[in-house]
């Protein structure tokens, strides 16, 4: 079964500083998209980045990055420089026929 | 200009009852999903459609019927409801199973 894992229930980090949710997950597949989903308390879901597992080098969308690591099934959301805005839950999820999430990590940014 | 749209955004309803959740997209998607939050925040998968066809049907009960009259619309009903289904059901698209999906902004049902 395909499962995703985050470890991390909690997480806070202080403004400017950088600050790294963790993700693992489970597959027999070889290929499949891995994505970093965003919930603020709107409750809207975001699309942070995403990753496809061919490609080798890491995603990255401004303040925010991934390591992704294929051989260890872990794929990682590094956010640089933290701001307010970016207090939220953070999902991750694998992605073949139907996305499958994480359970979540609640960020807090202190100012 | 919304992209996935889900009416209503707030439901209260007392248990038996039955209610409807509309979805639309605007982003010429062929694939449309439901997903629901739980209260711990968990996101599973309901059901999926792609080009109006049902291709994903998880362990859903039956009470639970989508229905696709075209593929940018995505509704779902449900019948007879239970205090468990209390939840923030998410309509979201995507331009194919490979691909992210778009959410709307989910809808908040709440069974008492």
């Known amino acids: 079964a395909q499962t995703v894992t985050q470890s991390q229930p909690e997480m806070s980090v202080q403004e400017a500083e950088t600050v790294t949710l963790s993700c693992t997950y489970d597959?027999?597949?070889?290929?499949?998209?891995l994505f970093w989903y965003k919930q603020p308390p709107s409750r809207q879901m975001i699309l942070v980045i995403r990753?496809?597992?061919?490609?080798?080098q890491n995603a990255t969308e401004n303040r925010f990055s991934v390591n992704f690591q294929k051989a260890a099934k872990s794929f990682s959301l590094k956010i640089s420089d933290s701001q307010l805005g970016d207090a939220a839950m953070y999902f991750c999820a694998y992605n073949t026929d139907k996305l499958i999430f994480g359970t979540g990590t609640r960020l807090q940014v202190f100012p | 200009d919304t992209a996935v749209s889900q009416t209503p955004k707030y439901l209260v309803t007392q248990m038996g009852n039955d209610k409807s959740i509309k979805c639309e997209q605007n982003l010429g998607h062929d694939t449309m999903y439901w997903y629901k939050q739980d209260s711990k925040k968990f996101l599973k998968i309901m059901f999926s459609?792609?080009?109006?066809?049902?291709?994903i049907n998880e362990t859903v009960p039956n009470r639970f019927s989508p229905k696709s009259p075209d593929k940018a619309h995505l509704n779902l009903h449900i019948n007879s409801l239970e205090l468990g289904d209390s939840a923030v059901y998410f309509c979201?698209?995507?331009?194919?199973?490979?691909?992210?999906?778009?959410f709307g902004q989910g809808t908040r049902l709440t069974v008492v």
């Open positions: 990753q496809e597992a061919y490609k080798q």
């Open positions: 459609y792609n080009n109006k066809e049902l291709i």
């Open positions: 597959t027999s597949e070889s290929d499949y998209y």
């Open positions: 979201a698209s995507s331009t194919g199973q490979w691909n992210e999906a778009f």
